[in-house]
T-cell receptor, first 114, second 113 residues
Framework: NAGVTQTPKFQVLKTGQSMTLQCAQDMNHEYMSWYRQDPGMGLRLIHYSVGAGITDQGEVPNGYNVSRSTTEDFPLRLLSAAPSQTSVYFC?????????????FGPGTRLTVL | DAKTTQPNSMESNEEEPVHLPCNHSTISGTDYIHWYRQLPSQGPEYVIHGLTSNVNNRMASLAIAEDRKSSTLILHRATLRDAAVYYCILRDGTNFGNEKLTFGTGTRLTIIP
């Protein structure tokens, strides 16, 4: 299994541009989520999905959109990039479980907004 | 979600055991204790988890205090590849739909050759 894959690895945007960060998993996990990590900080949840067609907001959703049309893919869209969105973005997936489930993370996308 | 408290940083010599502490004084009876680590320039990876009893796996051991208000991740023989940020996280065992993992700032472990 490839696990959780993310593309691109690096991206530079200008303020106001839009783009989509791709995330895919081949483990047939129902749950997928997006986190951002700013320098020296822990991870913060942006959006998550509990299955195809179902998404919900995390703690920092503003400026981002998501959709989940298939179990495998969970893209994150930046609508109009701002310098405050400069960060490393991690996608993650897991099977649902009552506290015992483990989360698998992708390698991350490093985004710089100028 | 209950909070966890970890030291910001720790150092250890290579090939020696490392004990990484975590305090979670407000833990509930159904919270599982999870540990993840994040190697430089990588996404976090699962290390170990437990509820009440001590746990061992190929990566580490988890020692849980009898009152469950603290736990310790034990790396039995640290190598340079164990240098990472280690996160202690609580997961609600009664909440089937709880997606959010609350990552604090973790403990940055430095291994001295």
């Amino acid at each position: 299994n490839a696990g959780v894959t993310q593309t691109p690895k690096f991206q530079v945007l200008k303020t106001g541009q839009s783009m989509t960060l791709q995330c895919a998993q081949d483990m047939n996990h129902e749950y997928m989520s997006w986190y951002r990590q700013d320098p020296g900080m822990g991870l913060r949840l942006i959006h998550y999905s509990v299955g195809a067609g179902i998404t919900d907001q995390g703690e920092v959703p503003n400026g981002y959109n998501v959709s989940r049309s298939t179990t495998e893919d969970f893209p994150l869209r930046l609508l109009s990039a701002a310098p405050s969105q400069t960060s490393v973005y991690f996608c993650a997936s897991r099977h649902p479980g009552r506290g015992t489930d483990t989360q698998y993370f992708g390698p991350g996308t490093r985004l710089t907004v100028l | 979600d209950a909070k966890t408290t970890q030291p910001n940083s720790m150092e250890s010599n290579e090939e020696e055991p490392v004990h990484l502490p975590c305090n979670h004084s407000t833990i509930s009876g159904t919270d599982y204790i999870h540990w993840y680590r994040q190697l430089p320039s990588q996404g976090p990876e699962y290390v170990i988890h437990g509820l009440t009893s001590n746990v061992n796996n190929r990566m580490a051991s988890l020692a849980i205090a009898e009152d469950r208000k603290s736990s310790t991740l034990i790396l039995h023989r640290a190598t340079l590849r164990d240098a990472a940020v280690y996160y202690c996280i609580l997961r609600d065992g009664t909440n089937f739909g709880n997606e959010k993992l609350t990552f604090g700032t973790g403990t940055r472990l430095t291994i001295i050759p």
